[in-house]
């Protein structure tokens, strides 16, 4: 039915009414208002409040009300509008969540009730259990539920909730349903357009026992991330105040490829009877390059400390005349991420009772499959910076070509997998024994791998050069040669694309740089260079490859209840886990690498070492809803919970940062860490006074046994450029003292007829019981805000959106410093044109404001980063039949 007809029926039925015609026109009007049916914004608020309303526990939820019409065009940012929920958008898209405090990797995300394996592109993130959700195109999202409190029925291993994200199902769908949408989107930063489509075909027989969906989606987009890093604070000298390592302006630029499939099959022999096989798969192109040109300031902590500026016992500014050392480092990435699953599940519904079974499996594989790193640089220049500005400012300068020497050459590979294979089944029995209305009962079983490798090239290992075919050159290996033929940035083509200014939020002339040119690097590193064909050894970086097998069993039981004025359940899951972690344990003479394609380095002593690691824990919960009268709820859930550590953590690996610069630091796992438990109280209050309009205000409170805590160790380290050992602090995670996260949500929405408002509040507090934690507890905001507007008629939507998450802490960096962001407050915009009953057009601008990520380490004036992603604006048009 057509918008403009339904809203003639409406109309109809209204004069209908207060025309006093009571018998003809009652029966009239309630045959009418059968088919009117809301739709647009109000439609999609309308319903994810019903699904609020209607559960027995404490969810946000959000809906689309149309096939392919879901609230945002990431699912991230539509999460990021729930009271309590914030994201992560560190390349300028969301991608990461937070839930009341809990950190990505301590929530869950399931794909119609099962885990999707995850493996992320980026070369510096260590293999998590949190989930990327730029793998999801929300054109195939038909809704989400976030579970803030727990149920003996919901999957074990989240602390803040569990985020369920539902998929279309043929069967559901009117037969032949058809949805096409195209978009172009343009980036600030990056000035590219870049184009996306979405298609989703529905067909099911005329007996409805048998259907068919199939989506598609295909999305490009150049990321282009402009900043200013600094990439370490030490204290060599141990006077209490800390100095710069290492500062610079990156550059940092990706071109996303994202194609995602998605089919549902469907087959109802019976009325009680339905099989679903659902098939996902993903995958992300996701090639990068990064250039970052740096000075070396902890080289000059005295002087710098000496002449410069202190606030906050740390050199926020300060200069370096005629000795300082600078570089600039190209980074190549040729990187990607795949995820699959496949899912059958099996419904039997009677009187007596219902079976739900599922099993399948899901894959992921993904990180960097190939990385080059070029360092060309100069010594004794000047250089002078300031935090405040912050600006910076080298002489020679980042586009004087000739100045920047040859330095060296270094790059490899690291890749990554996950697996899970699962199987559950879950029986329903309705009683009638008083209160009790039914009983749910169930098992699941998982079975999940996850691996890591990292290799890395060696452009001056042995056989690479052939001196007798080439000639000698000394050092008879390919990056003596690179060098020879290429001695600065001005020559074999390295300057070939000119200067640019990266437009990032920082002064000085650090800004305008010499172009990267990544073809030409590329070229020389693996292919050849002026006919001499190139080559590099391949060695496995042992201390960097392992593998983490976890076997987890669940029982649960529970209860439903139903009195008068109230409705819930109680329950007890119950859950064992069996972890094995695998990693090389070797001897040290030849610096932790073994050269796999050719005779280097071998370690005399090699073995492949396996530790295991398990636990049981009994995870009760008990959730209640009390109706006061026809509109109002109150709500309260009691229950224990868990979360599982980090992949990486659990694993024996060791990294570590540049070891050129001052006090090198790198980070480790440990294999004997337990999981993190809590228990959680909820108690709210919902006031549903309209149809789309309600108020609700949430009291929570999480008490965490443990805490994530570092212990540190020192441990040598060969540097291949310098030829020598190198003492490298690393940091290990172990299970610390807990704490508590108490906190109230606040959420209202109302509709005035046409237009209408959404907002939330959440307000989040920790407390740890070990003092030197106090402000330490990662992923908390102390405050969190969403605030919408909205416009509607029958032609037209329109909504205007700000999302404000409080400063936060994110934990250790990788170089071992403390890290924290700063405050972030973004708007965006979306209008929809309904053009006809089958075509609609959108408009969204996201970022208006054009807001910066700012990171610093304890203070506010220790800055660590300023990123900034730019304005995004995006037009789209949609078909739907």
Known sequence: MSKRTLMA???????????????????????????????????????????????????????????????????????????????SRDFGEGEKITIRGAGPDFNRTLLNGQTVATADWFILDNPARSFNYTLLPSSLVSGLEVHKASLASVDEGSLGGTV???????????????????SASYGENSEEIDPSVNGLFSWKNDSETFGALISATRQENTVNRAGFEVLGWADTNANGIMTPTVM??????????????????????????VFTLDVLDSQLDSDNMNANWLAWTGRDEDELEQTGTIKSNSTVAGSIMGGGDAVVNYINRVSSTETSSITLNFEYDTDAYSVDAAIGTTEASGGTYRETSWEYGYTGGDYSYDLGSPSMSMDPSPTDAADFGAGWIWGGEKPTTDEEKYAQVDFEVPLDMGMVTGIQFGAKMRQAER???????????????????????????????????????????????????????????????????????????????????ADYAISRELANQWSVEEDTTALYVQADFEGDNFRGNVGVRYVTTDQTSGAWSFSGDSWGFLTLDRNWLTPSQLEWVETDNSYSEFLPSLNIAYDLNEDMIIRGAASRVMARQNWSNLSSFESYGALNSPNPTGQAGN???????????????????????????????????????????????????????????????????????????????????????????????????????????????????????????????????????????????????????????????????????????????????????????????????????????VISGRFSF
């Open 451 to 533: 691996t890591q490798d990292r290799k890395v090239y060696s452009w001056h290992g042995p056989d690479t050069y052939d001196a007798a075919a080439n000639g000698d050159i000394g050092w008879n290996v390919y990056l003596q040669y690179i060098f020879n033929e290429c001695p600065d940035l001005s020559s074999c083509g390295l300057d070939a694309l000119g200067n640019i200014n990266t437009g990032a939020p920082v002064g000085g002339n650090i800004t305008d740089q010499l172009a990267q040119n990544r073809k030409v690097m590329e070229e020389i590193a693996f292919g050849g260079l002026n006919g001499v064909a």
């Open 9 to 87: 029926r409406s109309i109809q039925a209204a004069l209908l009414v207060t025309t006093g015609a009571m018998a003809v026109g009652t029966v009239a009007q309630e045959e009418v208002v059968e088919e009117v049916v809301v739709t647009g914004i109000r439609a999609s608020m309308q319903d994810a409040m019903n699904t609020k309303r209607n559960s027995d526990t404490v969810i946000e939820a959000i809906s689309a009300e149309d096939v392919g019409k879901f609230p945002d065009k990431n699912v991230a940012e539509s999460l990021s509008r729930l009271p309590g929920v914030s994201v």
């Open 671 to 873: 294999p004997n860490l337990k999981p993190f438990f809590a228990n959680k109280l909820d108690v709210s209050y919902e006031w549903y006074y309209a149809d789309a309009s309600m108020f609700s205000a949430t009291f929570f409170y999480n008490d965490q046994d443990s805490y994530q805590v570092g212990s540190t160790y020192v441990k040598p380290i060969y540097d291949q450029q310098a030829g020598q050992d190198v003492d490298v602090t690393f940091t290990r995670p172990e299970n610390g003292p807990g704490g508590t996260a108490t906190g109230l949500e606040f959420s209202v929405q109302h509709d005035f007829g046409g237009f209408g408002v959404q907002g939330n509040y959440a307000y989040t507090s920790t407390s740890a019981d070990d003092a030197s934690m106090e402000d330490k507890v990662p992923g908390v905001s102390e405050h969190t805000a969403n605030l919408m507007g909205y416009y509607e008629n029958d032609d037209f939507g329109a909504r205007l959106m700000y999302n404000y998450r409080s400063d936060f802490y994110n934990g250790l960096h990788w170089n071992g410093n403390d890290l924290s962001t700063d405050a972030y407050g973004q708007i965006d915009a979306s209008a929809t044109w309904y053009v006809t009953d089958y075509f609609q057009l959108d408009v969204e601008a996201l970022n208006l404001g054009n807001e910066q990520i700012v990171q610093y380490s304890e203070y506010e004036d220790r800055l660590m980063s300023v990123y900034e992603n730019g304005r995004r604006f």
């Open 164 to 182: 369920i994200v539902k998929t279309r199902r043929p069967l559901d769908l009117d037969a032949a349903t058809i949805n096409f949408g195209a």
């Open 248 to 273: 610079g302006s990156p550059l940092f630029i990706q071109e996303r490829e994202l194609t995602t499939l998605f089919a549902s099959v469907q087959f109802a022999p019976t009325e009680d009877m």
